[in-house]
Structure formats: C-alpha cells, structure tokens
C-alpha cells in the first residue's frame, strides 16, 4: 500500500465539521499530489456514492470512497476529528475518516489491499493505534502497514494465559481456512457433534469497503459464537466462489448486501437470513442467532433455483471439456430470449400480413395506423432487428464466460464480423472462443503499475479487438463461411429417410436431459437455422420438430399420472397437473421433477416417444417459423394438424412406455407355499415392494 498513502495524505487534526467538508480537505491534497484531476468532479462522485448509503461505522469510523474517472490511481487519504464528524452512523459521529478514490478502471491488485484496509478497520488494536498516533507519518504507516500495532496489555495477559492453558488441555480445532471460525472447546457442539455451519455473502454498491468489513464482522462473530463461518466476498475485485462441497455441507445461509447476490441459487434450500451489508457490520452475532433460529425450526429458502446462465468459470479442478460445455452454455443462454422475442414477433408479422410482408418498405417512413400490414410490418421489422443481435450476443457471451466483463467487446466484435461474412452461427462460436482466449492471454502479462488503471476500459478492449477482428476477417472467417453455407445447403438437399432420422436424432436429443445442455444444443441448432429475414424449407421443418419433440415429456407425464395415478405419489400427481400447462408451452422441464424420482423409467420413455415425435413431424413436412409457443402459435405452423397428431402419437409412446415399465416393478419375494422358519416377520416383510 506504499504508493497508496504518504504522510501528505494525512491530517490528524481535522477541523471539518461536515462530511462533505471532510470529504473536500481530504480530496484536496489527493489533488496537491497529482491524485485526482478534477476536484468537483470527484466531490459529486463522492457525493453520489453516499448518497446510496451513509459510510459511516460503529465504532467512530467514515469511510467516504468512490470510483471516479477523475482519479488517476488508487489512492487513501486519513482525516482524523476532535470533535467529530457525522457520517449517519447509529452510534454516533466519527472520529476515524478514511477517503478511498478508485480509478473507474483499478485493477485487481489495489482493490485487494483497499479491502485489506476495509478488513483492518473491524481490528480494535488497528484503531486504537490510528487514535494515538503522535504524527502523520506514524499514522501513514500503521495504515500502509509498515508498522504494526500492539496488543493492548490485558489482552496480551490474556494470549499469555491461554498459551499457558494449552499445555495442560486438549488442542482446539483449528479454522481449515482463512475466515473459518471453529468451535472451542467448552462450546456446545451440534448434535452430531460438530459445531454449526454458516456460509455467507456479503456484497456493497461500490464493492470496496463495506463488502470486507462485513466479512470481517461476521468471521469474527462466528470465532466468538463458536460456528464455522465461511466468507464469500462479492467485491470490485472480483470474488472466489465458495466450493459446492462447503454450500452444501452448511447448516445456514447469511446475505449481508446492497446488491444482488451472483449465483444466488446456489444457496437454495437451506435456512437463509437475507440483510443489507450495514447490518453486516453493526450487528454480525444477531444474525448468527437468527439463522441458528430458522435452522431450529425448520425455516429453508426454497429448493428449486431459478432458471439462470451457467456459471461462467466453472470449479477448480474440472477438465478443459466440461469448462468448454459451460462456456458455450453461457453464450446459449443470453442468446435464447433474443430468439424468443425476435422469432415470435416475425412469426406474428407473418401471421397478419403474409409472407411478402418480409418484402415492405421501412415503417419509418410507410406506417399507417389503421392499416393491418403497417402492424405486421412493424413486428417484422423489429424481430429482424433483435434476430440481428443473435451472432453477436452469442459471442460476446461466451467471451463473457471465459474472461468476464474485458471479454464482451471483443466478443460482439468477433460475432458482428460473423454476421457481417455471413459466417453464422458457427463464426459466433469461433468468435467467442477467439475473444475469450485473446483476453485470457492479455491478462497474463505482467503490466507495469503505471498502465493497470487503464488495462480493463483502454488497452484490452483496443488490442483484444484488433486481434480478434484480425483473425476473423483475414484469417478464419472466410473457412467458417464456407463451412456455415455447405452446412445449410445440406439442410436444403434432406428429405425422405435423411429428414425423418434427422427429426428422431433432435426429438432424442431434446428429451434427454430436459432443458439441460444436450436439449440447448439441439434447441440452438434449430434456432440458429431460423435466425434469418427469408429460412429456408429445411430450417423451419427442423424447428417444428424440436418444438413438438420437447413437449412430449411433460404432457406424457401429465397424461400418466392421469390415467394410472396409482403408480405415481401424491406429489407427482399434483406435479402433473401443472405439467399439462408446462408441457403445452413448450417448457421440457416440467418432466423433470418425474425424471428426477425415476430417471431409469422416466428418461428412456421420454425420448423414444420424442423420436417419434421428431420423426413423423419431419416426414409430414410441418414448418414453424416462431422458436417458442407451444400450442398457442399452432396458427403459424405448416400443416397443423398433423403437427398435432405427431405430438399426440409421441406422448401416447411415452405414457404407455412409462406405465408399462412402472407396472412391472414387481414385489418383494412371497413367503413359500407351507410357510417358512421366518413366521410372521417375513410375511410382512414381503408385502413391502422391491426399491426401485
């Protein structure tokens, strides 16, 4: 933190009697040093970050802090008060204030000793030293860290009698990492013997100070309450996703945060407090009470998660295919709204005004308000546009998946030269995966400190696009093109036995895993072939297919639990009710809840009624030009009625595969003719059915 603060960003004796008085004495010798360019510019910024939420602390701390593109590096300045300053702290004026200016573009490395810095501030010895620090010198050391604060004398008393102490009793366990708190001894354990588990997250507005200190908080509280407390830091710097194993071993859930929670479902099913990050701070043992006290009672969030983007980066240890699969899945994700929105509203301009209407003028300058083909041109018109940003969302995405945030430029870049070379779909995959690796590699070099601020909005964007446009339009795009259009001249050329396998291969593929990753690609791909003004014959069979094939599951699951509820629960016969709608919408994963209690029976059934579904849509030569709908755009589908007795004969293969292998479960073995030495045990025993 040595270039972070000097002497000459200190004033220990600070006669600002406003926060924004003591905001602008700080920030003024941020900008004696060169530090901040624009003084007012960085007032408003400041300004406008407390507006957010008062920075002030218990204990007789401020912490006023902002990004600003008005700082030129990240930079602390420490202001300390007689008489106090109110920063809407619950306790009272402080008398501690600490200014962070973060350049709008701070790399990593400082944002990780800002939180360093937030961290220490829950540290009493810390603040106690900061109080009696003679000179500005002094003070700029504590806080650099250069010089370290003793413990005061009862408190290293007490560290001596507890080394004391430990020769003579058995070793607490220690915290198996950093922000874990283990149980002490004379603690009272869980039932089982082991203390209570508690995982958190605490996230802020800005991400730089309040985030850490929260953290810092509640691993102490968790220390003084005797619970393993795991931290996960949701901060500018990034954050570290706590392992699976850690979520799903924990007994509880804190959210301490101003912001939403990323990934939040992964939290799902279990007792959860849900806070803002001040409450965090102020009050850490509270909240350790109360989710101790939802946990009592049986209190959990609810277990099924919402649908959400894979996550991006993946889990240590996984292999370079499985990370890959997620990366494409990320850009899959964003891309599919783009095609549900941009599809329906061309299919709805058809619906109105026919398929020449791909043909009208701009209704910029041809729109009358009572004419029927103005509206149908208009839905047209804008779901041209959204299908424009097909390629591009699904690059820049997938760059997203493999770099973050520095990936998204290069990615659109990448997948508008796609569009552009009319390289499709497959050039948006290149694209992405080209803009991903290109950012990977910058951010491996060592760049010297006076360039990092700059690094994330300047440098990366400019080279990671040039490079990334480079290879595209001289190199790979041409190939990919060529390959994308032999691609769908093959699609034009299917028919016959070709087009009917194609349609049972996708109906497998989309009753597979039910919405899962084998399901999107089969989805994309069809998808993909309709993203144009004018698909062809081919494209928009190939959707019509997916479509029928990915509604058997649930409305075979609906009609089961109907006509044999016997063989269900009572839960999956409620759960088949709603699986006529899911299924009529076109939602495959309303059978999971099925497939999930029984895949062996469920899974198997699903897909050969989905490869008749597929195939017999295919050999009746149904169209669909909208991605999504179900039932209810059966008016924009070629040939509907046979579009409809395809789907019908597929969820009649599945109830009836699903019935029959759910009714030859047989029970357990029957007591022998004449009895046997196990009397009336046995025979009550074999009235109970063989497990599945």
């Not at 504590?142 to 102490?165: Q, Y």
């Not at 259009?485 to 597979?512: P, Q, V």
């Not at 579904?613 to 030009?625: I, N, P, V």
């Amino acid at each position: 933190m040595s270039d972070m603060i000097t002497a000459d960003l200190v004033d220990l004796d600070l006669s600002a009697g406003t926060k924004e008085a003591a905001a602008r004495a700080l920030a003024e010798r941020m900008v004696a040093l060169g530090r901040v360019t624009d003084l007012e510019g960085f007032l408003a910024d400041v300004a406008a970050r407390e507006a957010q939420m008062p920075t002030g602390l218990d204990g007789g701390i401020g912490i006023p802090h902002c990004r600003s593109a008005h700082v030129t590096e990240p930079t602390l300045a420490f202001g300390r008060s007689a008489a106090g300053i109110d920063f809407g702290a619950p306790d009272g004026p402080a008398d501690l204030v600490f200014l962070i200016a973060a350049p709008a573009g701070a790399d990593d490395a400082h944002l990780t000793i800002l939180s360093s810095l937030a961290r220490q501030l829950m540290n009493s010895e810390f603040t106690d030293a900061l109080r009696s620090a003679g000179d500005a010198a002094t003070a700029a050391a504590l806080i650099r860290g250069d010089e370290t604060p003793a413990p005061a004398k009862d408190e290293a008393a007490a560290a001596d009698a507890t080394a004391g102490a430990s020769q003579d009793t058995a070793a607490v366990p220690a915290a198996a990492s950093a922000g874990t708190a283990a149980a002490t001894a004379d603690e009272a354990p869980e039932a089982d013997g082991r203390p209570f588990r508690i995982v958190a997250v605490t996230s802020c507005p800005t991400g730089i100070a309040h985030t850490y200190m929260a953290a810092e908080s509640l691993e102490n509280a968790g220390r003084e309450a005797g619970v393993e407390l795991v931290v996960e830091t949701q901060g500018s710097a990034g954050f570290t996703r706590l392992a699976p194993e850690v979520i799903a071993a924990a007994d509880g859930v804190i959210f301490a945060h101003d912001v939403p929670v990323r990934e939040k479902e992964r939290f799902a099913g279990k007792p959860t407090v849900d806070v803002g990050v001040k409450a965090g701070i102020n009050r850490p043992a509270d909240l350790i009470g109360e989710v101790r006290a939802k946990a009592a009672r049986g209190e959990a969030t609810s277990g099924s998660a919402p649908a959400t983007p894979v996550e991006r980066a993946g889990e240590a240890g996984e292999g370079y295919g499985t990370k890959l699969r997620k990366w494409l899945m990320s850009g899959v994700s964003y891309m599919v709204p783009f095609v549900a929105a941009g599809g329906l509203l061309i299919a709805l301009g058809f619906a109105i005004g026919g398929y020449e209407i791909k043909s009208a003028p701009s209704v910029l300058n041809h729109f009358v308000w009572t004419q029927s083909d103005s509206w149908a041109a208009l839905m047209f018109q804008i779901g041209a546009v959204a299908f424009g940003f097909l390629v591009p969302v699904l690059a820049g995405y997938i760059a997203y998946g493999m770099a973050d945030r520095p990936g998204l430029v290069p990615g659109f870049v990448g997948g508008m030269i796609a569009s552009t070379i009319n390289a499709g779909f497959l050039g948006g995959l290149v694209a992405g995966l080209l803009a991903g690796g290109v950012v990977m590699a910058i951010q491996k070099i060592n760049i010297p400190a006076v360039l990092r601020g700059i690094m994330p909005v300047v440098v990366i964007p400019l080279i990671s696009s040039a490079v990334v446009g480079f290879l595209m339009f001289v190199v790979v795009g041409k190939p990919i093109a060529s390959a994308q259009k032999g691609m769908t001249d093959w699609l034009n050329g299917l028919s016959g036995s070709n087009a009917i396998l194609l349609g049972a291969l996708l109906g497998l593929m989309m009753c597979f895993d039910l919405g899962g990753p084998v399901n999107k690609v089969a989805y994309t791909f069809a998808t993909a072939g309709i993203a144009v003004a004018s698909p062809s014959d081919s494209a928009m069979k190939i959707m019509a297919a997916v479509m029928a094939a990915g509604m058997v599951p649930p409305l075979a699951m609906a009609l089961a639990t109907t006509v044999r509820g016997k063989l269900f629960t009572e839960t999956e016969r409620e759960n088949g009710k709603a699986a006529w709608v899911l299924g009529a919408s076109f939602i495959s994963e309303g059978a999971i809840p099925f497939a999930a209690a029984d895949p062996l029976r469920v899974i198997p059934s699903a897909m050969v009624g989905g490869a008749v579904t597929g195939s017999l849509s295919m050999a009746f030569g149904a169209t669909l030009r909208a991605p999504h709908g179900g039932i209810f755009v059966v008016p924009l589908i070629g040939n509907p009625f046979l579009y409809l007795i395809a789907i019908a004969v597929g969820v009649c293969v599945t109830t009836a595969l699903v019935v029959l292998l759910k009714g030859l479960r047989k029970p357990a073995q029957q007591t022998p003719a004449g009895g046997s030495a196990a009397g009336p045990a046995a025979a009550k025993e074999a009235k109970q059915p063989v497990a599945a």
